[in-house]
């Protein structure tokens, strides 16, 4: 489950039937502050796209990325923006106007070896007429998974959600409404 999937931008269609959308401008700021923050910054227009019949298969769209993620010794805490807006909006069109992700995750290293992971995170999507296709309104996902190993042992358990109407657009997000617990075992001797 990702909020930002990169490979969302310039692309129409799923498959073998992906096709190319212009880009018109865009920058990309990313990089360490300060020794323990790292920072991301993204921005990028795209230009409207027609098939080969003329059929419209995308709106001119800014996508709007933000990222910051300060590291605490072994340990990691974030938070993320995303946002995709229509900047050019000819009335009777049946996209999403806009769709906005956001979400916090920390990484915390117990002990050395121990690691507790998680993430919350929510979408908004707007209420669109009928002949929009895809989930509406707000939803959440969330994920906390805690990891132990040793030299004999690597333990894992965790839980994740994902919503019915969570909707990350600029994302990745493989099926929606389930909730899916794991539990691992694995016995890996390290001998010196």
Same mark, same amino acid.
């Given at each position: 489950?990702?909020?930002?999937?990169?490979?969302?931008?310039?692309? #129409?269609?799923?498959?073998? +039937?992906?096709?190319?959308?212009?880009?018109?401008?865009? #920058? @990309?700021?990313?990089?360490?502050?300060? !020794?323990?923050?790292?920072?991301?910054?993204?921005?990028? =227009?795209?230009?409207?796209?027609?098939? =080969?019949? *003329?059929?419209?298969?995308?709106?001119?769209?800014?996508?709007?990325?933000?990222?910051? =993620?300060?590291?605490?010794?072994?340990?990691?805490?974030?938070?993320?923006?995303? !946002?995709?807006?229509?900047?050019?909006?000819?009335?009777?069109? +049946?996209?999403?106007?806009?769709? @906005?992700?956001?979400?916090?995750?920390?990484?915390? %290293? $117990?002990?050395?070896? %121990?690691?507790?992971?998680?993430?919350?995170?929510?979408?908004?999507?707007?209420?669109?007429?009928?002949? $929009?296709? *895809?989930?509406?309104?707000?939803?959440?996902?969330?994920?906390?998974?805690?990891?132990? @190993?040793?030299?004999?042992? %690597? $333990?894992?358990?965790?839980?994740?959600? $994902?919503? =019915?109407?969570?909707?990350?657009?600029?994302?990745?997000?493989?099926?929606?409404?389930?909730?899916?617990?794991?539990?691992?075992?694995?016995? %890996?001797?390290?001998?010196?």
């Amino acid at each position: 489950i990702d909020l930002f999937f990169s490979r969302n931008i310039g692309l #129409s269609g799923a498959g073998g +039937t992906l096709l190319p959308i212009d880009i018109l401008a865009g #920058s @990309r700021l990313s990089g360490k502050v300060a !020794g323990s923050w790292n920072l991301g910054l993204l921005n990028i =227009q795209t230009n409207d796209a027609t098939d =080969q019949s *003329g059929r419209l298969l995308s709106l001119d769209t800014n996508f709007t990325a933000l990222r910051a =993620q300060r590291e605490v010794g072994r340990s990691s805490y974030g938070a993320i923006f995303v !946002g995709k807006y229509v900047t050019n909006d000819p009335a009777g069109t +049946t996209f999403n106007k806009w769709n @906005r992700a956001y979400g916090v995750d920390a990484n915390w %290293q $117990v002990s050395e070896g %121990q690691r507790l992971s998680t993430y919350l995170a929510r979408t908004d999507t707007p209420e669109t007429p009928d002949n $929009v296709a *895809g989930p509406r309104g707000s939803d959440w996902s969330a994920r906390g998974f805690y990891d132990f @190993r040793n030299r004999l042992w %690597q $333990v894992g358990a965790g839980v994740t959600r $994902v919503g =019915q109407n969570f909707n990350p657009e600029v994302g990745f997000l493989p099926r929606r409404n389930f909730i899916r617990p794991e539990m691992r075992i694995f016995f %890996q001797p390290q001998p010196t």
